[in-house]
C-alpha cells in the first residue's frame, strides 16, 4: 500500500467514524504512534480522534492503561491478551466509543522461536460491544511489518464502524 492508499485509508476511516459520531482512541506499541499519526494528518480529525497512547514499555501499558501485571508476566507484551487489556483501558481513560490497541515483534531483534519477528496483535474494542482480537504473522524488515500493522489496524476500525 502506497502512502497515497494509506492517507485514503486514513480519510475512510474519518469519515466512517464521523458519520456515525463515533470517537477513536489508539493504543500502540510496536507502531509507536503512527496510527494516531496517520489519522491526525486527515482534516478535521479533531471531530472524531480523541487521543491515543504510546505505550512501548510493559510499565506505560500498566501506568498509562491499566495492563495488569499479571497479564504481562503470563502472557507477554505481545499477546492477545495485552492487546485486548489496552483497548480496554484506552476506552476508559478516554472519552473514545471505539480503540484499537498493537503490540508486536517489528524486529530486526527481540523475537523467540514462540514469537518470531513479525508476530503483532491487534485488537479493537467497542464500548457497545466486543473486543475482537487477532494474532497475525507478518513478512518484511522493521518498516514493513509497522506499516502492515497500521494498515491492518484501520482496516479493523473501519470493519467496526458499519
Same mark, same amino acid.
Given at each position: 500500500? #502506497?502512502?497515497? *492508499? @494509506?492517507d485514503? @485509508?486514513?480519510r475512510r476511516v474519518g469519515?466512517?467514524l464521523?458519520?456515525r459520531? %463515533?470517537w477513536?482512541? #489508539?493504543? *500502540?506499541?510496536?507502531t509507536?504512534?503512527?496510527?494516531a499519526e496517520?489519522?491526525t494528518?486527515?482534516?478535521?480529525?479533531s471531530?472524531?480522534?480523541?487521543r491515543?497512547?504510546v505505550?512501548y514499555?510493559? &510499565?506505560?501499558?500498566a501506568?498509562?492503561l491499566?495492563?495488569r501485571a499479571? #497479564? %504481562?508476566e503470563?502472557?507477554?507484551?505481545?499477546?492477545?491478551a495485552?492487546v485486548? *487489556?489496552?483497548?480496554a483501558?484506552?476506552? &476508559? !481513560?478516554?472519552?473514545a &466509543?471505539?480503540?484499537?490497541?498493537?503490540?508486536g515483534?517489528a524486529?530486526?531483534?527481540?523475537?523467540?522461536?514462540a514469537?518470531?519477528?513479525g #508476530?503483532v496483535?491487534?485488537?479493537w474494542a467497542?464500548? &457497545?460491544?466486543?473486543?475482537?482480537?487477532?494474532t497475525v504473522?507478518?513478512?518484511?524488515? !522493521?518498516?514493513?511489518?509497522r506499516r502492515q500493522t497500521v494498515i491492518?489496524?484501520l482496516q479493523?476500525?473501519l470493519e !467496526?464502524?458499519?
Amino acid at each position: 500500500m #502506497t502512502d497515497h *492508499e @494509506l492517507d485514503a @485509508l486514513a480519510r475512510r476511516v474519518g469519515e466512517a467514524l464521523a458519520n456515525r459520531r %463515533l470517537w477513536l482512541a #489508539t493504543a *500502540e506499541s510496536c507502531t509507536g504512534g503512527w496510527i494516531a499519526e496517520a489519522v491526525t494528518a486527515i482534516a478535521g480529525s479533531s471531530g472524531w480522534f480523541d487521543r491515543g497512547f504510546v505505550t512501548y514499555s510493559n &510499565d506505560a501499558k500498566a501506568d498509562m492503561l491499566g495492563v495488569r501485571a499479571a #497479564t %504481562l508476566e503470563t502472557h507477554g507484551a505481545v499477546s492477545e491478551a495485552t492487546v485486548s *487489556e489496552m483497548a480496554a483501558g484506552a476506552l &476508559d !481513560r478516554s472519552r473514545a &466509543d471505539l480503540a484499537v490497541a498493537v503490540s508486536g515483534v517489528a524486529g530486526p531483534g527481540g523475537g523467540s522461536p514462540a514469537k518470531p519477528v513479525g #508476530t503483532v496483535c491487534l485488537a479493537w474494542a467497542r464500548r &457497545d460491544g466486543p473486543t475482537g482480537v487477532v494474532t497475525v504473522h507478518l513478512d518484511g524488515d !522493521r518498516a514493513a511489518v509497522r506499516r502492515q500493522t497500521v494498515i491492518l489496524a484501520l482496516q479493523g476500525v473501519l470493519e !467496526r464502524c458499519v
